[in-house]
């Protein structure tokens, strides 16, 4: 009698919840609950995705940086380099850096007309599929020095870069970039002293983006030479800086001028033989 009761009690209590409803309640709350954790696991694969392309793309600069060197002093040389790209974008900015070279002789500083106007290749992506956070900077490879002369046979002529840098004037982004430099080989031959300075000029191609590739093509060698040379000068600028943000900041040189001389290190001993050489490449992205 007693549970008959507590039972006509419980069905009159408004209180109460059918075992219906409370089925629905506990179906929408698991819903819910799968639908955060969906949202959540699929955040952090987007992120690893972005990561792994970034990574992927650091690789492919290097690897681009490395072709330039074989391409720029052969004329007539293609090659084509793949890469992959989902949430970034390869983009080439022409004219982003201008390297201008001065010589000192018995007749006084002589400003070389040799043109150094070269571009830079980016891959670009956005902060909001990847971030480093502001004012981010890394050189590749992580030994490699700030400098845009480097000295040696195994010098690279050109450097790859990470940088963030908001704002700027094409867009925020997390960004990979092929800086061009210089290369300085030094020889002595029967009391005399050479010195050779080696620069890719990277000019902009037919860019076509059909397919996730970058083409390269040496297309011809510029040569300058001086006797009786005691001091030589090499500035950096950057043409673009004004209207993109393509600045001293952005590729952080330790210096945007060096001197060489009888003191400086290395030495440029007085009535050395200067040999300046401008490698034309080209550079056409998606093109098949």
Known sequence: MTTRNNRRSLSRDKRAVS?????VVLTAAGIVMILVAMSYANNILNLKIA????????QF???TAQQIDDIAWTVGRTQTVSFSNKYGNMQFQAEALN???RVHTSSGWE?????????IILYNMPVGSYSLGNNFFQRLPSNA???FLLSGSTAPISQVICVQKV???DGTFSRIALVPNMRMLTSTVTSTNYFKFYLPDIENGTNLYRSQSITLTGNGITKITRNGVDQVSISVSFPKAASLGFDSSFFNFNTTTITLNASSTPKLPANSVVEFYIGKVVVAIGQV
């Open 19 to 23: 075992p219906a409803i409370s089925t």
């Open 51 to 58: 990561l792994n392309e970034y990574s992927t793309n650091k």
């Open 61 to 63: 600069m290097q690897t």
């Open 99 to 101: 390297y201008t070279f």
């Open 111 to 119: 400003n070389l007309t040799l043109t150094g106007k070269t571009g």
């Open 145 to 147: 020095t700030s400098s």
């Open 167 to 169: 704002p700027m004037n």
